[in-house]
């Protein structure tokens, strides 16, 4: 087993340890004979992903925002005006042009407004989604662990 390096900001050292146990456990030639049958079907993997990465950034809900997020979503003239969609929809000048992320700012602000829950459940969620397809990737290219290596992603480098 590769060791993991463990970033306390990121992930809880307790949740990155039941990863490594559990990476190692999916590696090891007994787990994949016993389990073979149980993972093939996808759903099953991407199910117990999706759970572990919710277990993990569960705390984060409740977080509020931090550093940037009130330079880039609050304060950002872009994204408050109804408007701003255009601006940066069309525009192909600018130090920071990123579309789709000022799309998706622009969406939560309407959703959310300056409720920091709303943005922490979406990217959450967006995270499950990526993990589940890291998996998806990494299962097709027939990685062994390769579901181990879709969560919680910043634990690991």
Request: neutral net charge; hydrophobic residues 50%; aromatic residues 12%.
């Amino acid at each position: 087993m590769v060791p993991l390096k463990i970033h306390a900001k990121s992930c809880p050292i307790a949740l990155c340890l039941l990863q490594e146990w559990i990476v190692a456990a999916f590696e090891s030639e007994e787990a994949t004979r016993t389990m073979k049958n149980e993972w093939r079907s996808p759903a099953a993997g991407a199910i117990l992903i999706i759970l572990l990465t919710l277990v993990v950034y569960l705390p984060a809900i409740r977080g509020s925002f931090v550093v940037d997020d009130y330079m880039l979503i609050i304060d950002n003239p872009m994204v408050r005006p109804i408007e701003g969609i255009h601006g940066f929809s069309v525009a192909t000048t600018g130090d920071n042009y990123y579309p789709l992320t000022w799309s998706v700012w622009w969406l939560e602000w309407r959703l959310w407004g300056k409720n920091p829950m709303g943005y922490h459940v979406a990217n959450i969620l967006l995270h499950a989604a990526n993990a589940v397809l890291v998996w998806l990737i990494l299962r097709e290219l027939k990685i062994p662990g390769a579901w181990g290596g879709g969560w919680c992603l910043p634990c690991t480098q």
